[in-house]
């Protein structure tokens, strides 16, 4: 029988392609980073679960025990969570519903700090399979996490949990039924619809079939402009090409740039303001780098949900001779990291030079909330603030742009692409995967060889701080 459940049909929302491959269980394998986002949904509902101590939780029941127990509780009108309802070839299973008045109120829980476009036809695909199966829902609310709770002591559930009211929002979706036709026949088809790539592909969620279907594309694609209108209506239009983009198509400066650069197959560089921007750096330079974690619910006193809390720098201290030292901070334990990070921080940064990063915006929101969150460090560390510089604004303003970039200036593509040095030989390559396996290895303890991760750790954020030195003499050599 074809069952059409909830999560297939937030699929089919997306893109008709992905529910094809999601109901044939077709999708690639899920990533430690994947992983880490579901365990912290299951976390947050934890503490959603203490705030409702009488509510059933049905979770962990195999679909006829949990349809059977639903329709028991149901008749007793308890609280519930993970209800399971079903009507025809559609199947719910609701995080929480609670008897009012005549009918009931729907919950869904969200470990997200807002509520979004998405909870809303999520909530109501629930509530219509709920009604067709002979409910009145009453009122329908998204639960999720308040945004400035800090940890002080024990979590306190009823601190960390907002909830809202979309009963309206909800009433105003009417197309549940026609789109639940058109899925279902989507399912049972023999090969999976073709879809053009286009924005669906990363909303709501990134698509996990992006790899495969945008691997049609060529390598120099429109998708490597930076004007995003730009290139879907590029893409509507059935051009993928850089170089096939029609004469007098409007471009911002920067596409035009990227366009150029591809057209001539040589890199893009303005040498005055390559000039400009290495006059003005103060020496000795401070390469610097952090890697941090995070998690839904806050694990350390004096933090907030989802803040970045670093474990990790790569200091490179470069004198205009070229001379170079390397410092570096590593957490050891599971405690939290920030006051030993701190200690050594201060210490290793002490001095005048320029501190140097890559895309300023990340190491400058966290030493924000290191100052905030231990006063007693303000005063350092808003004279750090100070003296940080952005090698990424070279890039960003493209006063350098080498095609193989791809239309990206992160340090990932710019580093290969100007100083011909990989992270594509190291273990861990990207601060996604930095941060789950020192999680992982060091607060959850579930990967047992930890001296290796901090090994590739090391390796990892050292090539961020010496790949800064490698771009800055390179473009020293271009100016
Ligand atoms: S990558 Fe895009 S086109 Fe392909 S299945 Fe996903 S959403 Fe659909």
């Given at each position: 029988?074809?069952?059409?459940?909830?999560?297939?049909?937030?699929?089919?929302?997306?893109?008709?392609?992905?529910?094809?491959?999601?109901?044939?269980?077709?999708?690639?394998?899920?990533?430690?980073?994947?992983?880490?986002?579901?365990?912290?949904?299951?976390?947050?509902?934890?503490?959603?679960?203490?705030?409702?101590?009488?509510?059933?939780?049905?979770?962990?029941?195999?679909?006829?025990?949990?349809?059977?127990?639903t329709?028991?509780?149901v008749?007793?009108?308890?609280?519930?969570?993970?209800?399971?309802f079903m009507s025809?070839?559609l199947?719910v299973?609701?995080?929480?519903?609670?008897?009012?008045?005549?009918?009931?109120?729907?919950?869904?829980?969200?470990?997200?700090?807002?509520?979004?476009?998405?909870?809303?036809?999520?909530?109501?695909?629930?509530?219509?399979v709920i009604e067709k199966a002979g409910l009145?829902?009453?009122?329908?609310?998204?639960?999720?996490?308040?945004?400035?709770?800090?940890?002080?002591?024990?979590?306190?559930?009823?601190?960390?949990?907002?909830?809202?009211?979309?009963?309206?929002?909800?009433?105003?979706?009417?197309?549940?039924?026609?789109?639940?036709?058109?899925?279902?026949?989507?399912?049972?088809?023999?090969?999976?619809?073709?879809?053009?790539?286009?924005?669906?592909?990363?909303?709501?969620?990134?698509?996990?079939?992006?790899?495969?279907?945008?691997?049609?594309?060529?390598?120099?694609?429109?998708?490597?402009?930076?004007?995003?209108?730009?290139?879907?209506?590029?893409?509507?239009?059935?051009?993928?090409?850089?170089?096939?983009?029609?004469?007098?198509?409007?471009?911002?400066?920067?596409?035009?740039?990227?366009?150029?650069?591809?057209?001539?197959?040589?890199?893009?560089?303005?040498?005055?303001?390559?000039?400009?921007?290495?006059?003005?750096?103060?020496?000795?330079?401070?390469?610097?780098?952090?890697?941090?974690?995070?998690?839904?619910?806050?694990?350390?006193?004096?933090?907030?949900?989802?803040?970045?809390?670093?474990?990790?720098?790569?200091?490179?201290?470069?004198?205009?001779?070229?001379?170079?030292?390397?410092?570096?901070?590593?957490?050891?334990?599971?405690?939290?990291?920030?006051?030993?990070?701190?200690?050594?921080?201060?210490?290793?940064?002490?001095?005048?030079?320029?501190?140097?990063?890559?895309?300023?915006?990340?190491?400058?929101?966290?030493?924000?909330?290191?100052?905030?969150?231990?006063?007693?460090?303000?005063?350092?560390?808003?004279?750090?603030?100070?003296?940080?510089?952005?090698?990424?604004?070279?890039?960003?303003?493209?006063?350098?742009?080498?095609?193989?970039?791809?239309?990206?200036?992160?340090?990932?593509?710019?580093?290969?692409?100007?100083?011909?040095?990989?992270?594509?030989?190291?273990?861990?390559?990207?601060?996604?995967?930095?941060?789950?396996?020192?999680?992982?290895?060091?607060?959850?303890?579930?990967?047992?060889?930890?001296?290796?991760?901090?090994?590739?750790?090391?390796?990892?954020?050292?090539?961020?701080?010496?790949?800064?030195?490698?771009?800055?003499?390179?473009?020293?050599?271009?100016?």
């Amino acid at each position: 029988m074809v069952l059409l459940t909830k999560s297939k049909y937030l699929n089919g929302l997306q893109c008709q392609r992905l529910l094809w491959f999601a109901d044939r269980k077709q999708l690639p394998e899920i990533t430690l980073s994947d992983e880490h986002k579901f365990a912290q949904g299951h976390a947050f509902e934890e503490y959603v679960k203490k705030l409702y101590p009488d509510a059933v939780d049905l979770n962990g029941l195999d679909f006829k025990e949990n349809f059977d127990k639903t329709k028991e509780l149901v008749e007793q009108k308890k609280k519930i969570f993970e209800a399971g309802f079903m009507s025809n070839n559609l199947f719910v299973r609701s995080d929480l519903i609670i008897p009012s008045g005549d009918g009931w109120d729907l919950y869904e829980i969200k470990s997200t700090t807002e509520i979004k476009p998405q909870h809303i036809p999520d909530l109501a695909f629930q509530k219509y399979v709920i009604e067709k199966a002979g409910l009145k829902i009453n009122k329908c609310f998204v639960i999720f996490i308040n945004k400035e709770y800090v940890k002080n002591g024990e979590i306190k559930p009823s601190e960390l949990i907002k909830q809202e009211e979309v009963t309206e929002k909800v009433s105003m979706i009417d197309d549940i039924e026609k789109n639940s036709q058109i899925f279902i026949t989507v399912i049972q088809k023999e090969s999976p619809p073709e879809i053009s790539i286009c924005m669906q592909c990363n909303k709501p969620y990134e698509c996990p079939l992006k790899k495969e279907c945008w691997s049609i594309l060529p390598e120099n694609n429109v998708l490597h402009l930076t004007n995003w209108r730009v290139y879907w209506k590029l893409l509507d239009e059935g051009i993928q090409d850089l170089n096939d983009i029609p004469e007098g198509t409007k471009l911002t400066a920067k596409d035009g740039i990227i366009i150029e650069s591809v057209k001539n197959d040589k890199p893009y560089c303005s040498k005055e303001q390559i000039k400009h921007f290495l006059s003005q750096l103060h020496y000795p330079l401070y390469h610097f780098d952090f890697e941090t974690f995070d998690t839904a619910v806050p694990l350390f006193d004096k933090s907030k949900p989802y803040q970045k809390i670093p474990f990790q720098y790569s200091l490179h201290i470069e004198q205009e001779d070229g001379s170079t030292e390397h410092k570096e901070f590593l957490a050891g334990g599971s405690n939290d990291p920030r006051p030993a990070l701190l200690e050594q921080m201060k210490s290793d940064l002490e001095g005048e030079g320029d501190i140097v990063v890559f895309n300023k915006s990340f190491e400058i929101s966290v030493m924000k909330k290191l100052a905030e969150d231990f006063p007693d460090h303000d005063e350092w560390l808003q004279k750090a603030i100070g003296r940080v510089v952005d090698l990424a604004d070279v890039f960003r303003n493209f006063y350098y742009y080498n095609p193989s970039q791809k239309g990206s200036y992160s340090i990932k593509k710019v580093l290969p692409a100007i100083a011909g040095k990989s992270y594509s030989e190291l273990e861990i390559n990207n601060g996604g995967d930095a941060s789950m396996m020192y999680f992982y290895s060091h607060i959850e303890h579930k990967l047992d060889n930890k001296k290796d991760i901090r090994q590739n750790l090391r390796k990892y954020c050292c090539l961020d701080t010496e790949g800064m030195i490698l771009i800055l003499s390179k473009l020293k050599e271009l100016a």
